[in-house]
């Protein structure tokens, strides 16, 4: 039975461990560099329509990140991807996936008030009342996959038919099958054979990928502070450095005098290119200021975490791929992710379903 092995525990990386279950296939791995589910570390894109990064109903990535307060692990924020959207009438066969996780409470409708929200008729924005990495976490569960959480894959190479996967820690393992899902930049810094594998006119369809960059801050507060503002997220219009604020307890719903509420600020693509290799201290207290002039109410928090999200959101996918591409046959060599498609839900869904198929096929 062939070992497989999922590179990257995004939506993409999660949902098509979760399609190979059943498959004639042996135990399935999933490595991620980061800490956790959803994509902690470096952000793989998620829907951007000039606003926060949401998930709409046609294209998605990893960026589905939450993180708790180091003080009280039941104050958390998302501070990836703030909410789904569907658009029924592009939803076809992916509706399916928005339905299980509505029967499952891993998502709820959205009915907090979101400042400069554009709401497209027949649309529908769900929240993630548990946080945005439940989603990701439900897939990884239904997948029965083992999943091992910071193992940085830096070299891939052919040993004896298989795969030898060679990671920062730990000691290199072999498999038949291994799956990429993490961004196209990270694709392409892999060292070992997979250098040569990479033939040519897929290294300039990869190398035309591009990703836009940018900050997120979560400010976590004690129970019963008080926040008085009387929106759960608003879009800002006319500041160099904040895009999005969100009440992120409230938009979620799951207000409560025993837990903290805690508030999520997402900067504009531009601060984030311009910054991307600041001081992350200097580059904190900057969104703090320009914060403080938005909401100058707005109580000092507990604590205090900044994110760098390098890739962001896909602004270029790679050309001519349907979801996919398949980088070596025998053994299977085989990526995707939203960069083959578009950042967000249906995006990583999309990819996904492309990812399963030609891992069967190939069977």
Known sequence: MARVLVVGAGL???VCAALLRGAPLGPIAVWDKARGAGGPGAWRGVAWRGVAWRLTGSRAGGRMSTS???RDAACTADLGAQYITLERERAGPRLSFYEELLSHGILKPLTAPIEGMVVKEGSCNYVAPQGISSVVKYYLKQSGADVFYEQHVTHISLRDGKWEVSRKMGPPEQFDIVILTMPVPQILQLQGDIVNIINETQKQQLESASYSSRYALGLFYEASTRIDVPWAAQYITNNPCIRFISIDNKKRNIESPEIGPS?????TVTFGSEHLDSDPAEVQQLILSHLEKIVPSL????????QKWRYSQVTKAV???????ILHTQPLLICGGDGFTSSNFDGCIDSALSLAEAVKSHL
């Open 263 to 267: 508030v999520v600020v997402h900067t």
């Open 299 to 306: 109580p000092k928090p507990a604590s205090i975490k900044c």
């Open 12 to 14: 993409t990386g999660g």
């Open 319 to 325: 050309p001519s791929c349907l979801g996919q591409m």
């Open 68 to 70: 708790r307060s180091p």
